[in-house]
């Protein structure tokens, strides 16, 4: 069963992970080959402080992505009456149901993972505050990436900002519509031991992040309609740790990490 103590486990294997990204990244900083290709010695500090969060969240994206494509295999042809029950619930089995089950108990770790994850990264967001932003999807990453390297008027720049946005489309607006309408379909098999305030709570939860999927779409749109190229490159000229803290403040939406700097 899972605990606050195995939430704590997980955070720390986690800051283990930004422990190991913070040195890497240190030692590939101090080579003469980044010295060359990054000469500016302020923008390697930045990198050097702020680019670990970058990369664990990179890591924890694309582990997470990983698990959930294995769990919507595992269960996508599960009886919806089984998806919607704790898997340490002691619920009599019907045959051909234990792989369900076993995938269920995996979903409750990817969950804890996650958690984890959210648990060693807010922690690296206070500290950094207001300078570390929160670390997002791997495209946004790489994002902040070029435009602390001075790269946000490259042509690869444009390709990564359309790369986020593709996916950003696909995974935020068509799918997630799809398991919205397909949640409120749903909502009726679940479970009577399951108190009511719960449901309302999470399926209001889901709503929400349809509203803020729009709300970012929207934000995307400028994006591609021309403004944020204008933006990465007043970035660019902005990228400095001497300019004050209000200049150098960051914010980040929790469920994107779309920053405005």
Request: proline share 5%; charged share 20%; with cysteine.
């Amino acid at each position: 069963m899972l605990s606050a103590l195995s939430l704590a486990l997980v955070a720390l294997c986690w800051q283990l992970v930004y422990i190991q990204c913070k040195k890497l990244l240190g030692y590939l900083l101090s080579r003469e080959e980044a010295r060359q290709f990054i000469p500016d010695a302020k923008v390697r500090d930045i990198l050097s402080e702020q680019g670990p969060a970058y990369l664990v969240s990179t890591i924890h994206a694309l582990y997470v992505t990983k698990r959930g494509l294995e769990h919507l295999h595992g269960l996508l042809h599960a009886p919806v009456a089984r998806k919607l029950l704790h898997p340490y619930e002691n619920e009599p089995l019907a045959p051909l149901e234990a792989p369900f089950v076993a995938e269920s108990e995996r979903v409750l770790w990817t969950n804890l993972v996650l958690a984890g994850y959210l648990t060693t990264d807010l922690l690296h967001v206070v500290k950094q505050y207001p300078r570390l932003g929160e670390a997002s999807t791997p495209f946004l990453n790489a994002r902040w990436l070029l435009i602390k390297m001075g790269r946000g008027s490259s042509w690869y720049f444009g390709a990564v900002e359309t790369m986020f946005g593709v996916l950003f489309i696909v995974t935020r607006l068509f799918v997630y519509v799809i398991g919205l309408i397909h949640q409120l379909y749903i909502i009726r098999y679940v479970p009577s031991t399951v108190p009511r305030w719960a449901v309302i709570f999470c399926s209001g939860c889901i709503v929400a992040g349809f509203i803020l999927n729009m709300t970012w779409l929207n934000k995307i749109y400028k994006l591609a309609s021309g403004q944020g190229k204008r933006h990465a490159q007043r970035a660019e000229q902005t990228a400095s740790p001497s300019r004050s803290s209000a200049e150098d403040g960051v914010e980040a939406d929790s469920a994107t990490g779309v920053k405005v700097e």
